[in-house]
T-cell receptor, first 114, second 111 residues
Framework: DTGVSQDPRHKITKRGQNVTFRCDPI?????LYWYRQTLGQGPEFLTY????????KSRLLSDRFSAERPKGSFSTLEIQRTEQGDSAMYLC????????????FGPGTRLTVL | KQEVTQIPAALSVPEGENLVLNCSFT??????LQWFRQDPGKGLTSLLL?????REQTSGRLNASLDKSSGRSTLYIAASQPGDSATYLC??????????FGKGTRLHILP
């Protein structure tokens, strides 16, 4: 499978715990995006990388959130001290610069904070 | 600030009918517009991408149009099938980076 993959697909955690999600983009794609989607809403932008550089972060990304893409390939999104309001689907997408910004999405990680 | 609106929020039609989903956006200076499909609890599947210089794109039974000046796009689905049931999301980008989504139209095709 050469699409975007995300791990885990589902995560249930207790409030206050830390969680980390992983995204593997399409191999030749140099851009990687994180979005968050709550029930009944469209996805909202969180942050994106070009290669290993984090180029933009949304105001939605509080200090408890951190994202990395250390070698310009896979990325991790960590949420510290989770809150119930963090419960959502976390979506990763990748694209190739110069390809009209067509973004391809992974299956998402569903986070439930109890 | 770019805002994307999709109407209707939900739609049910009998199998075999043609249908149109609508999308509007407030800032016409877009880089591109994409239509996505999302099945319940799943990720997004890209259906069509229209560059800012284009007016429409077609893929099989799907046709998407773009009118930048009026800030509108439509997704036309011909001869609908039960397998078309899903949420359809419209998304625009103003630059070559993040995209801004509407809330989607939940489509149900009645067998």
């Amino acid at each position: 499978d050469t699409g975007v993959s995300q791990d885990p697909r589902h995560k249930i955690t207790k409030r206050g715990q830390n969680v980390t999600f992983r995204c593997d983009p399409i191999s030749e794609h140099n851009r990687l995006y994180w979005y968050r989607q709550t029930l009944g809403q469209g996805p909202e932008f969180l942050t994106y990388f070009q290669n290993e550089a984090q180029l933009e972060k949304s105001r939605l990304l509080s200090d408890r959130f951190s994202a990395e893409r250390p070698k310009g390939s896979f990325s991790t999104l960590e949420i510290q001290r989770t809150e119930q309001g963090d419960s959502a689907m976390y979506l990763c997408a990748s694209s190739l610069v110069g390809n009209y910004n067509e973004q391809f999405f992974g299956p998402g990680t569903r986070l439930t904070v109890l | 600030k770019q805002e994307v609106t999709q109407i209707p929020a939900a739609l049910s039609v009998p199998e075999g009918e043609n249908l149109v989903l609508n999308c509007s956006f407030t800032d016409s200076a877009i880089y591109n517009l994409q239509w996505f499909r999302q099945d319940p609890g799943k990720g997004l599947t890209s259906l069509l991408l229209i560059q800012s210089s284009q007016r429409e794109q077609t893929s099989g039974r799907l046709n998407a149009s773009l009118d930048k000046s009026s800030g509108r796009s439509t997704l036309y689905i011909a001869a609908s099938q039960p397998g078309d049931s899903a949420t359809y999301l419209c998304a625009v980008s103003n630059r070559d980076d993040k995209i801004i989504f509407g809330k989607g139209t939940r489509l149900h095709i009645l067998p």
